[in-house]
């Protein structure tokens, strides 16, 4: 005989038969699912994730650009950035995006003044509102990202120490994972968040070129840095309009703009002893033969560009040891005018500041050149080219390699990585920073993969 609990099995068992309770209770368990699916994708503050099985490429992007605003109760605290100007900016641009999927505001770190990262006793920090504009940035970047002053948190107590993971272990994955976690609670009740360990500019990333190009968007230099760079883009245009007086009036070329602006070239001239040193290791251990660039190459390559019956001044930024080498201003193709700061008569001004801010008045003046040549696995090529697509594209252009390609004459945000091979040996390939990529790591560390389009 059956019994009570058999019998209420088996009338289950033939009611959930049934053709119409079976698509009943199939459309709930979807909807069931769907709904768990959902609840998974939209938590960690607003962020949708996605990353293949082994966790090695994770694109984060945010729901949307115009949030409420970064909370300016809850504060991240990062190390001091260390290493050269862009390394820097790119750290700091990280610590910030780190802030904003915490939803805090990011208290403002030290940088250094100083090239000598490996010995902490020479660091020379120096604060960012020295170099950049506080207010300025947290007017231009309201809403996305928020910078804060140490005086700002109320408990200087309240605070978790976040230590970031390193080593070949800590995956992309693992780093973003314990972002979420540092985003929820217990840890998201701690005023002050601080990570330490290695330098922001190792860590893992996270966000899009676009992000990055915002922040970087938002860093303007101090009233002193920009005055010093308009005094040397007004020597070096000078130099140009007395070689424009000594041409023959049917030779002077037409020039938009009124007064006329003579147009100047930028080369990111990187030809140290021990930038060499580096670019040939580099090629041996990514198997491959375009990083390094000798003198003569550089010069046949931008004198094939902007070489022509008309004098063009080409502005060489240049380490500090290769002033002494006069021969970085000889052999260039007859209508370049090469010039360096000793040359310019800005020496003097140069070594009045310390390495960063050196640096982030050279960055000014490659940034506001009419052309720009650089190599592809600098940093600060990488970030002036970045800056000058960005532009680009703000003022509505869209494409950037011309009907006629690396042949048309036209100056204006053109960019070329003289380290590359163009259409022929003897020319660079033109240079537009890909705003689409998901992360900024070709920048970071370099590519020989870019061209000239950019959107």
Same mark, same amino acid.
């Given at each position: 005989?059956?019994?009570?609990?058999?019998?209420?099995?088996?009338?289950?068992?033939?009611?959930?038969?049934?053709?119409?309770?079976?698509?009943?209770?199939?459309?709930?368990?979807?909807?069931?699912?769907?709904?768990?699916?959902?609840?998974?994708?939209?938590?960690?503050?607003?962020?949708?994730?996605?990353?293949?099985?082994?966790?090695?490429?994770?694109?984060?992007?945010?729901?949307?650009?115009?949030?409420?605003?970064?909370?300016?109760?809850?504060?991240?605290?990062?190390?001091?950035?260390?290493?050269?100007?862009?390394?820097?900016?790119?750290?700091?641009?990280?610590?910030?995006?780190?802030?904003?999927?915490?939803?805090?505001?990011?208290?403002?770190?030290?940088?250094?003044?100083?090239?000598?990262?490996?010995?902490?006793?020479?660091?020379?920090?120096?604060?960012?509102?020295?170099?950049?504009?506080?207010?300025?940035?947290?007017?231009?970047?309201?809403?996305?990202?928020?910078?804060?002053?140490?005086?700002?948190?109320?408990?200087?107590?309240?605070?978790?120490?976040?230590? *970031?993971? $390193? /080593?070949?272990?800590? =995956?992309?994955?693992?780093?973003?994972?314990?972002? !979420?976690?540092?985003?929820?609670?217990? @840890?998201?009740?701690?005023?002050?968040?601080?990570?330490?360990?290695?330098?922001?500019?190792?860590?893992?990333?996270?966000?899009?070129?676009?992000?990055?190009?915002?922040?970087?968007?938002?860093?303007?230099?101090?009233?002193?840095?920009?005055?010093?760079?308009?005094?040397?883009?007004?020597?070096?245009?000078?130099?140009?309009?007395?070689?424009?007086?000594?041409?023959?009036?049917?030779?002077?070329? *037409?020039? $938009? /703009?009124?007064?006329? =602006?003579?147009?100047?070239?930028?080369?990111?001239? !990187?030809?140290?002893?021990?930038?060499? @040193?580096?670019?040939?290791?580099?090629?041996?251990?990514?198997?491959?033969?375009?990083?390094?660039?000798?003198?003569?190459?550089?010069?046949?390559?931008?004198?094939?560009?902007?070489?022509?019956?008309?004098?063009?001044?080409?502005?060489?930024?240049?380490?500090?040891?290769?002033?002494?080498?006069?021969?970085?201003?000889?052999?260039?193709?007859?209508?370049?005018?090469?010039?360096?700061?000793?040359?310019?008569?800005?020496?003097?001004?140069?070594?009045?500041?310390?390495?960063?801010?050196?640096?982030?008045?050279?960055?000014?003046?490659?940034?506001?050149?009419?052309?720009?040549?650089?190599?592809?696995?600098?940093?600060?090529?990488?970030?002036?080219?970045?800056?000058?697509?960005?532009?680009?594209?703000?003022?509505?252009?869209?494409?950037?390699?011309?009907?006629?390609?690396?042949?048309?004459?036209?100056?204006?945000?053109?960019?070329?990585?003289?380290?590359?091979?163009?259409?022929?040996?003897?020319?660079?390939?033109?240079?537009?920073?890909?705003?689409?990529?998901?992360?900024?790591?070709?920048?970071?560390?370099?590519?020989?993969?870019?061209?000239?389009?950019?959107?």
């Amino acid at each position: 005989m059956d019994s009570p609990s058999s019998r209420k099995n088996l009338r289950l068992f033939r009611y959930v038969s049934r053709p119409v309770a079976c698509k009943c209770l199939l459309l709930v368990s979807i909807a069931l699912f769907y709904r768990a699916l959902l609840l998974y994708c939209s938590s960690g503050n607003g962020l949708n994730r996605s990353w293949n099985d082994g966790g090695s490429s994770i694109r984060t992007r945010y729901m949307s650009d115009s949030d409420v605003g970064i909370r300016r109760n809850k504060f991240l605290e990062v190390p001091q950035i260390v290493w050269g100007l862009n390394n820097q900016k790119i750290a700091f641009a990280r610590a910030c995006l780190t802030a904003r999927m915490l939803n805090r505001s990011l208290l403002m770190p030290s940088l250094s003044a100083s090239l000598f990262y490996k010995e902490l006793d020479k660091l020379n920090p120096i604060s960012f509102d020295k170099v950049f504009r506080f207010d300025r940035f947290n007017s231009l970047c309201s809403g996305f990202v928020q910078i804060a002053r140490f005086s700002d948190p109320r408990n200087g107590s309240d605070v978790f120490d976040l230590m *970031k993971g $390193s /080593g070949r272990r800590w =995956t992309v994955g693992r780093d973003l994972e314990q972002l !979420r976690e540092a985003s929820e609670k217990p @840890i998201d009740d701690f005023e002050v968040i601080r990570i330490v360990g290695k330098n922001p500019f190792l860590w893992h990333d996270h966000w899009p070129v676009k992000d990055y190009a915002k922040v970087f968007e938002c860093m303007e230099v101090v009233d002193e840095i920009g005055r010093e760079a308009d005094k040397v883009v007004m020597k070096v245009r000078r130099a140009g309009e007395e070689a424009m007086a000594k041409l023959k009036p049917g030779l002077v070329p *037409k020039f $938009s /703009g009124n007064p006329p =602006t003579i147009p100047y070239v930028a080369v990111h001239m !990187r030809i140290e002893i021990d930038w060499m @040193i580096h670019c040939k290791k580099l090629e041996q251990r990514k198997n491959v033969s375009e990083i390094c660039s000798s003198k003569e190459q550089i010069m046949e390559r931008v004198g094939n560009v902007v070489g022509s019956k008309i004098p063009v001044v080409v502005y060489l930024a240049v380490a500090d040891s290769l002033l002494e080498d006069s021969s970085i201003l000889t052999g260039w193709r007859d209508g370049l005018l090469p010039y360096e700061k000793k040359t310019l008569g800005v020496e003097k001004m140069y070594k009045k500041y310390p390495y960063l801010i050196q640096s982030a008045i050279d960055y000014e003046v490659c940034s506001r050149a009419d052309v720009f040549f650089g190599n592809s696995f600098s940093t600060f090529s990488s970030l002036v080219t970045l800056g000058r697509t960005h532009r680009a594209i703000r003022s509505g252009i869209t494409g950037f390699c011309g009907e006629n390609g690396d042949d048309d004459e036209g100056f204006g945000w053109r960019n070329y990585a003289y380290n590359l091979r163009g259409k022929s040996d003897d020319v660079p390939r033109r240079w537009m920073t890909n705003m689409s990529e998901p992360s900024l790591e070709a920048i970071s560390y370099g590519s020989n993969d870019v061209s000239c389009i950019s959107v």
